[in-house]
């Protein structure tokens, strides 16, 4: 069974200009995450997918940030413009959606993004 | 509001020795759930061991074990007979409110980097 996968794995952009993070999640898992860390600090929450409805966007910084989740599948996450403050590690993460019971969530390995 | 603090930010411990890595958390819901992720050098987030708030018995998964105290609202990870592959940054995690709905996102703390030496 294929992991959650992010692209890209690094991505370097100047400051102004628009980047596009992708994640594939596990497949079935309806819940879809993004988290990012911010060097030295905590990984943060950004939202949470149910299929393609955005349940919770209550952690995204602001309307630079664009997320979407077409027909329940792969996300995206557009900043545009970019700044420096965004620079980081972008993870995302997906889990089942259980009852009860532990429904851990499964990360990616994240996209460094780098804004100069 | 809900906070999950590490207050380890190194530890190194001996090959196949015993390590405790600290956590504590702040919540007031009465549902919760805590984890456990491994962070190696490659970067992923691999989930380790959990603990639901309602559990009577302390979670364990393998060489890894979680110290649940409920009334101290502390939930350490404990490494049974170390090993040079689990020198990585942990994070302890919670999430809040009831198993399913729209409360599904994980609060993490700062992470312990953890170094085993031969």
């Known amino acids: 069974e294929a992991g959650v996968t992010q692209f890209p794995s690094h991505s370097v952009i100047e400051k102004g200009q628009t980047v596009t993070l992708r994640c594939d999640p596990i497949s079935g898992h309806d819940n879809l995450y993004w988290y990012r860390r911010v060097m030295g600090k905590e990984i943060k929450f950004l939202l949470h997918?149910?299929?393609?409805?955005?349940?919770?966007e209550s952690g995204m910084p602001n309307n630079r940030f664009l997320a979407e989740r077409t027909g329940g599948t792969y996300s995206t996450l557009k900043v545009q413009p970019a700044e420096l403050e965004d620079s980081g590690v972008y993870f995302c993460?997906?889990?089942?959606?259980?009852?009860?019971?532990?429904?851990?969530?499964?990360f990616g390995p994240g996209t460094r993004l780098t804004v100069t | 509001a809900q906070k999950i603090t590490q207050t380890q930010p190194g530890m190194f411990v001996q090959e196949k020795e015993a390590v405790t890595l600290d956590c504590t958390y702040d919540?007031?819901?009465?549902?919760?759930?805590l984890f456990w992720y491994k962070q190696p050098s490659s970067g992923e987030m691999i989930f380790l061991i959990y603990q639901g708030s309602y559990d009577e018995q302390n979670a364990t998964e393998g060489r890894y074990s979680l110290n649940f105290q409920k009334a101290r609202k502390s939930a350490n990870l404990v490494i049974s007979a170390s090993q040079l592959g689990d020198s990585a940054m942990y994070f302890c995690?919670?999430?809040?409110?009831?198993?399913?709905?729209?409360?599904?996102?994980?609060?993490f703390g700062a992470g312990t980097r953890l170094a085993v030496h031969p």
């Open positions: 995690a919670m999430r809040e409110g009831p198993f399913s709905g729209g409360y599904n996102k994980l609060i």
């Open positions: 993460a997906s889990s089942q959606d259980r009852d009860r019971g532990i429904y851990e969530q499964y």
């Open positions: 997918f149910v299929k393609e409805s955005k349940q919770d």
């Open positions: 919540t007031s819901d009465q549902s919760y759930g």
